[in-house]
Every structure is written in C-alpha cells, then in structure tokens.
C-alpha cells in the first residue's frame, strides 16, 4: 500500500540521536501515527554497505572499518539528507510515495515538536500550504 516514506538518519556516535530514539520514536503516539502514515526506515549515514536508491547504487568509499567513533560519510546521505549544503545528525528526510523527497529536517525533537512536521507532511498540506501558516494554526495532540 503507497504511504510516504521517514527516513531516520543517524550515526552510532550521535548523542542527539540516540536520544530522539530512546524518547521520540518510543512515544506511543508518535509510533502509532508514524506507522499509520509512513514506513519508516533507519538509515546509518556511515555505514559501510552499498545501497540501490531510485535505480542508483550508493556507497561509502571513505568507511574506514578500524576507525572508532566518526566515519566517511555514506553518498546517500549526501543525496537525500542535506539542509543548505549541510549534513547533520539527526535528520529526519520526508519522502512521499513515489520516493521523491519533500524535505530534510535536521535537529532532535521532542514528540510535541515532530508532530506538526508529521502532520504537515502526512496530510499533504506541504503541497498547498506554507509552513508558518499550517504552524500557526496547528493544535497538537501529542
């Protein structure tokens, strides 16, 4: 069944990260309305494995396999996660159903904080509504 895509894009290194893991995406609400709308996907922006993406194959040339902590940055992450040039952790890369991307947000967020994005998002009001105007007359449930 066509649903929009979440793409979760996170290092094993990254504090925000794994705390948006261990609080965000274990709330209830927000697991509930993310697998009602979207399939989600992690994605570990150094891993070492090539990845086909919209018939593309994507790789990390610069995965060092002794290296700790920071390591290359895969390609895909390059493709579909930059905000403004720039690559940050955690960015949540918003899809729609035929895998084109709507928009990268970077920045851990809270439940409260993620909703609006979600619901602008799975409602399809990013194709007909700015951001600020749907922001300003949102009223959250989370």
Not at 49 to 77: A, E
Not at 101 to 117: A, D, H, K, L, T
């Amino acid at each position: 069944a066509p649903k929009k895509v979440l793409v979760d894009v996170y290092t094993n290194w990254c504090g925000p990260c794994k705390m948006m893991m261990k609080t965000t995406f274990n709330d209830p609400k927000v697991i509930r309305y993310i697998n009602q709308h979207f399939y989600a996907v992690k994605f570990n922006a150094e891993s070492p494995d090539d990845i086909t993406f919209k018939g593309k194959t994507y790789s990390n040339p610069d995965y060092d396999p002794n290296r700790r902590g920071r390591n290359g940055t895969h390609q895909l992450t390059y493709a579909i996660a930059p905000v403004n040039g720039r690559v940050a952790y955690p960015t949540i890369v918003y899809l729609d159903e035929e895998f084109k991307i709507i928009s990268p947000v970077q920045g851990f967020m809270r439940p409260n904080q993620i909703e609006p994005i979600l619901k602008f998002v799975a409602t399809d009001s990013y194709q007909d509504t700015e951001w600020q105007e749907f922001q300003q007359s949102f009223k959250g449930e989370f």
